[in-house]
C-alpha cells in the first residue's frame, strides 16, 4: 500500500478519545474524561426533528442552512450575545468543529500560523495540522487566573501568524476571559492585522450569575468570526450542528468550503435546532444550575484536602493540579484508570506546558462525579506517601 498523507501520518489522535478508549476496557470505571452532558436532548427538540422526517424534510438544503435556522440564530445571537448580526452572516455547520475547520481552511495558506492557548481543546491544534497550517502557542497561566494576555501573546506572533483563536467560556480550564482582557486581544489582533476566531460554544455555560463576553460586542466586527454550538446548549452533541457568525464579506467564503467537505448539515438536525432556539429556554437553565451544583461539590471536596485546581467560571469541567504527585499528568492519569477506575484527561493532551495538570468533565451524574473526585484524591494522597 502507498503511504497515506504526511498530514494523517503526522496528527495526532485526541489525548481524551485515547483515555476514553483505555476506560472502556474496564467496565465499572467512572468516565469523567468526556465533555458529554448526561441530560437527554429535551423532548420538544426531538419531536421537531421527528415532524420534520415526517413531513418530507429530509433533503439537500443550501449550502448555508436553511433560512429559518439561520434567521433564528442570528436573533440569537443579537439577544443574548450582543452582538450585531444578520443571517446572511450566519453558516450552519455540522457542529463547531465544522465552523472551525472552515474558517481556517477559508482564512490560511499553506504554511501560515494559527495562535491557540495553551491549555486548549486538541482539535484546534489537529485540523490546522491536517491543512498544513503551523501551530503557535500563547501560555494561560494559573496566577493570571488563566487569562490570556496580550503581552504574553505578542511575542509568538509572526509574519506568518493570521489568526488568533480564544475560546471562552475555556475547554479545559472554565475560565471566562473577562471584558478587559478581551479588549487587550482585540486591540492585539487590530495592531497585527489578525484574524480573532472566538469559540463561544459554552457561551450559555456561565456559572455565580455571570455573562460571557463576546469580542464582536466591542467594535471591529470585521476581523471577528463567532462560532457556536448546540452540542453542549442543548445536549446536542450527536446532532451535529453549529455555525460560525462572519463578516459580511467573508461569509460567503465560508459558504463555499461547505459544499466540497460537507454540502450541508440534514434536515432534520436543522429544524430540530431551529425548535432549541425558539422554544422554551428553561431547559438550558436546568443543566446551566446542575453544572454549577456539580462544580460546588466538586470544589469542596477538594479544598477539603489541599487539592489545588483553576476555579470555573463557565463551562463544565474542572482544571486539577496533579503537580503534588510527583507524576506527569499521563503517568497519573494511568494509574488512577488501573487503580482507582476513574478516567480523567491528562493535560498534556491540551498543551506541551499543561502536563501537571488533569482535567475532570461535570458532564457526569453528581454521585459518579463525587465518588470519581474522592478516588483521584486519595490517588493523589497515595502519591504523597513515602
Not at 457561551?203 to 454550538?229: C, K, Q
Not at 497519573?332 to 487503580?339: H, M, P, S, T, V
Request: glycine letters at 8%.
Amino acid at each position: 500500500m502507498r503511504e497515506p498523507s504526511n498530514a494523517i501520518v503526522r496528527m495526532k489522535r485526541s489525548g481524551i478519545r485515547e483515555i476514553f478508549d483505555r476506560a472502556n476496557q474496564i467496565p465499572d470505571a467512572i468516565h469523567l474524561e468526556m465533555g458529554e452532558p448526561d441530560f437527554p436532548t429535551p423532548q420538544h427538540i426531538r419531536d421537531a426533528a421527528a415532524r420534520a422526517a415526517n413531513e418530507g424534510h429530509t433533503k439537500y438544503t443550501p449550502n448555508a442552512g436553511i433560512t429559518e435556522l439561520r434567521e433564528a440564530a442570528a436573533d440569537k445571537v443579537v439577544r443574548r450575545n450582543g452582538v450585531e448580526a444578520t443571517p446572511n452572516q450566519v453558516v450552519i455547520t455540522p457542529g463547531a468543529i465544522a465552523a472551525l475547520y472552515g474558517t481556517v481552511m477559508a482564512l490560511c495558506n499553506r504554511g501560515d500560523e494559527i495562535l491557540i492557548s495553551d491549555p486548549s481543546w486538541p482539535n484546534y491544534a489537529m485540523l490546522a495540522g491536517l491543512q498544513d497550517v503551523r501551530v503557535g502557542r500563547y501560555p494561560m497561566r494559573p496566577k493570571d487566573a488563566m487569562q490570556p494576555r496580550a503581552d504574553l501573546i505578542e511575542p509568538s506572533i509572526t509574519a506568518k501568524t493570521r489568526i488568533l483563536l480564544i475560546n471562552s467560556p475555556c475547554n479545559p480550564t472554565g475560565t471566562v476571559v473577562d471584558r478587559q482582557h478581551m479588549r487587550d486581544l482585540l486591540q492585539l489582533a487590530d495592531e497585527h492585522d489578525l484574524w480573532l476566531i472566538s469559540d463561544e460554544v459554552y457561551d450559555e455555560m456561565v456559572f455565580d450569575g455571570g455573562t460571557a463576553v463576546s469580542p464582536a460586542t466591542l467594535g471591529n466586527h470585521d476581523r471577528i468570526i463567532s462560532i457556536y454550538s448546540f452540542s453542549k446548549t442543548y445536549a446536542m452533541t450527536g446532532w451535529r450542528v453549529g455555525y460560525a457568525v462572519a463578516p459580511p464579506e467573508l461569509a460567503p467564503y465560508l459558504i463555499k468550503t461547505q459544499e466540497p467537505v460537507t454540502a450541508c448539515v440534514n434536515a432534520p438536525a436543522q429544524m430540530a435546532a431551529v425548535a432549541a432556539l425558539r422554544g422554551p429556554q428553561d431547559c438550558v437553565n436546568e443543566m446551566r444550575e446542575a453544572y454549577e451544583s456539580r462544580r460546588n461539590g466538586v470544589m469542596e471536596i477538594l479544598d477539603r484536602a489541599g487539592v489545588p485546581y483553576v476555579r470555573p467560571s463557565g463551562a463544565f469541567y474542572l482544571w486539577i493540579d496533579i503537580g503534588g504527585s510527583g507524576m506527569n499528568a499521563t503517568d497519573f492519569a494511568r494509574r488512577l484508570l488501573e487503580d482507582h477506575h476513574v478516567a480523567v484527561t491528562p493535560g498534556g493532551a491540551f498543551g506541551p506546558d499543561s502536563d501537571g495538570f488533569v482535567r475532570v468533565s461535570l458532564a457526569s451524574a453528581a454521585g459518579l462525579l463525587n465518588e470519581g473526585t474522592n478516588r483521584l484524591v486519595t490517588a493523589l494522597q497515595a502519591a504523597h506517601t513515602p
